[in-house]
């Protein structure tokens, strides 16, 4: 059994919305707050409160700065600064990693959407400490509830219209740029008419690198409920955000490997020579691609042909297929979402009799070790500086990795 949290996205989604419906559904406030002031230490005074949406009660996360710190002035800081912020205090490992695979997945977003090196510009579409707050507290509180991953149900956008930008940029049409990168392999809904921003880019962040898309409440046997509110009240629709959370038993639970969703970009080529498609297949893992390959298949007109495909993050997806478009020369790229369940892995180092330290990939299935393999580069530069054969040394690699480890050693 694991437990996850089905997040009901009702009128919209907010990082503060989120986190006020996880505290209203058995987070302990002051513990998540705790964790939260250690990143942000002193910068707002952080409560909750019962409120109605709609005739519906909810949690509102009220959040005011604090009138006794003293502020440098300084403002949009990039990515990098952020992670930088959570990384070098005192948090639990697994709040710690939430939060910063929020943050990468947010700086990857905003760079596409505004043209940025990386994950070094700053924010465009919201507040810094804002940010901190919403993405450490979401993770203190999943932790704290033992939440391993969030489903997440169709989502409400509102196109048209221009929200507001962070301190120092112009405003930014509706939904947000970074929302819309964040939100690719998830089910969009039309929002209702006049309901403005409906989800953050923090949302969509950990949404993206926390969860993934549900059609519909997936079997589990619930166990706590909560109801985050946003800060408006519109008519006709309550303007909350729900989590319905429970133990389920699935495939990925009982047998011990993780999914996670990921896009296959495809094309048909058959005019294309081996060097430009080799040169393609590289550019896309340049470009992202988690993993690239090409398939020989017989096309129209008795052409022989190929079959170009790419394995990547449902974020990389656009990227990708520009890559397609200016490396070969298809006419069309198809696209399709995936589930991959993956081993978890570890990363060993071990050392060879003739001399010379190699990594050895480790996967392991429901706390067993199932593989162990050495990383081909390592061992092609040991043979090198040895004198020895590639062969040689992978079965020298192969040998000291057995004994460090043990044939389906525990832990």
Same mark, same amino acid.
Request: no cysteine; net charge negative; aromatic share 4%.
């Given at each position: 059994?694991?437990?996850?949290?089905?997040?009901?996205?009702?009128?919209?989604?907010?990082?503060?919305?989120?986190?006020?419906?996880?505290?209203?559904?058995?987070?302990?406030?002051?513990?998540?707050?705790?964790?939260?002031?250690?990143?942000?230490?002193?910068?707002?005074?952080?409560?909750?409160?019962?409120?109605?949406?709609?005739?519906?009660?909810?949690?509102?996360?009220?959040?005011?700065?604090?009138?006794?710190?003293?502020?440098?002035?300084?403002?949009?800081?990039?990515?990098?600064?952020?992670?930088?912020?959570?990384?070098?205090?005192?948090?639990?490992?697994?709040?710690?990693?939430?939060?910063?695979?929020?943050?990468?997945?947010?700086?990857?977003?905003?760079?596409?959407?505004?043209?940025?090196?990386?994950?070094?510009?700053?924010?465009?579409?919201?507040?810094?400490?804002?940010?901190?707050?919403?993405?450490?507290?979401?993770?203190?509180?999943?932790?704290?509830?033992?939440?391993?991953?969030?489903?997440?149900?169709?989502?409400?956008?509102?196109?048209?219209?221009?929200?507001?930008?962070?301190?120092?940029?112009?405003?930014?049409?509706?939904?947000?740029?970074?929302?819309?990168?964040?939100?690719?392999?998830?089910?969009?809904?039309?929002?209702?008419?006049?309901?403005?921003?409906?989800?953050?880019?923090?949302?969509?962040?950990?949404?993206?690198?926390?969860?993934?898309?549900?059609?519909?409440?997936?079997?589990?046997?619930?166990?706590?409920?909560?109801?985050?509110?946003?800060?408006?009240?519109?008519?006709?629709?309550?303007?909350?955000?729900?989590?319905?959370?429970?133990?389920?038993?699935?495939?990925?639970?009982?047998?011990?490997?993780?999914?996670?969703?990921? $896009?296959?970009?495809? @094309?048909?080529?058959?005019? /294309? +020579?081996?060097?430009?498609?080799?040169?393609? %297949?590289? #550019?896309? *893992? =340049?470009?992202?691609?988690?993993?690239?390959?090409?398939?020989?298949?017989?096309?129209?007109?008795?052409?022989?042909?190929?079959?170009?495909?790419?394995?990547?993050?449902?974020?990389?997806?656009?990227?990708?297929?520009?890559?397609?478009?200016?490396?070969?020369?298809?006419?069309?790229?198809?696209?399709?979402?995936?589930?991959?369940?993956?081993?978890?892995?570890?990363?060993?180092?071990?050392?060879?009799?003739?001399?010379?330290?190699?990594?050895?990939?480790?996967?392991?299935?429901?706390?067993?070790?199932?593989?162990?393999?050495?990383?081909?580069?390592? $061992?092609?530069?040991? @043979?090198?500086?040895?004198? /020895? +054969?590639?062969?040689?040394?992978?079965?020298? %690699?192969? #040998?000291? *990795? =057995?004994?460090?480890?043990?044939?389906?050693?525990?832990?």
């Amino acid at each position: 059994m694991s437990r996850v949290a089905f997040v009901d996205v009702i009128g919209g989604a907010a990082g503060d919305m989120l986190l006020a419906a996880l505290i209203d559904a058995g987070a302990p406030e002051a513990e998540v707050l705790a964790a939260v002031e250690r990143v942000v230490p002193g910068r707002f005074v952080v409560r909750t409160e019962e409120v109605r949406r709609a005739g519906l009660r909810a949690r509102f996360l009220r959040v005011e700065p604090d009138s006794s710190f003293a502020s440098d002035g300084a403002r949009s800081r990039s990515i990098e600064d952020l992670i930088a912020s959570v990384e070098r205090v005192d948090l639990v490992a697994a709040v710690r990693d939430a939060a910063v695979a929020v943050l990468r997945r947010l700086g990857e977003a905003e760079a596409r959407a505004h043209g940025v090196a990386g994950e070094s510009g700053a924010l465009h579409e919201l507040g810094d400490d804002d940010t901190l707050l919403d993405v450490v507290g979401v993770a203190a509180a999943m932790h704290a509830l033992g939440v391993e991953r969030l489903l997440v149900s169709s989502v409400p956008l509102a196109v048209g219209g221009v929200v507001a930008g962070a301190e120092g940029h112009a405003g930014l049409p509706l939904p947000a740029p970074a929302t819309v990168e964040l939100l690719r392999g998830f089910d969009l809904r039309i929002a209702p008419p006049d309901a403005g921003e409906t989800v953050t880019p923090t949302a969509a962040a950990i949404f993206a690198a926390l969860g993934s898309p549900s059609n519909g409440v997936p079997e589990l046997r619930l166990t706590a409920t909560g109801y985050g509110a946003g800060a408006r009240d519109p008519e006709g629709y309550p303007n909350v955000v729900r989590v319905l959370i429970g133990e389920v038993a699935d495939a990925t639970a009982t047998e011990g490997f993780r999914e996670r969703p990921l $896009v296959v970009l495809e @094309a048909n080529i058959d005019d /294309l +020579t081996p060097e430009l498609a080799a040169d393609a %297949a590289d #550019a896309l *893992a =340049r470009a992202g691609a988690l993993d690239v390959w090409i398939t020989p298949v017989h096309m129209k007109k008795g052409r022989p042909g190929m079959i170009l495909s790419a394995l990547a993050e449902p974020s990389s997806e656009a990227r990708l297929r520009r890559v397609f478009f200016e490396t070969t020369t298809t006419f069309g790229v198809r696209s399709s979402l995936v589930r991959r369940a993956e081993l978890e892995r570890t990363v060993e180092a071990v050392d060879l009799p003739d001399g010379g330290r190699v990594r050895i990939k480790v996967g392991w299935l429901g706390g067993r070790v199932i593989s162990a393999t050495p990383e081909h580069d390592d $061992v092609a530069a040991v @043979a090198r500086q040895a004198g /020895l +054969t590639v062969r040689q040394v992978y079965s020298e %690699a192969v #040998a000291a *990795a =057995r004994s460090l480890l043990g044939t389906g050693a525990e832990r």
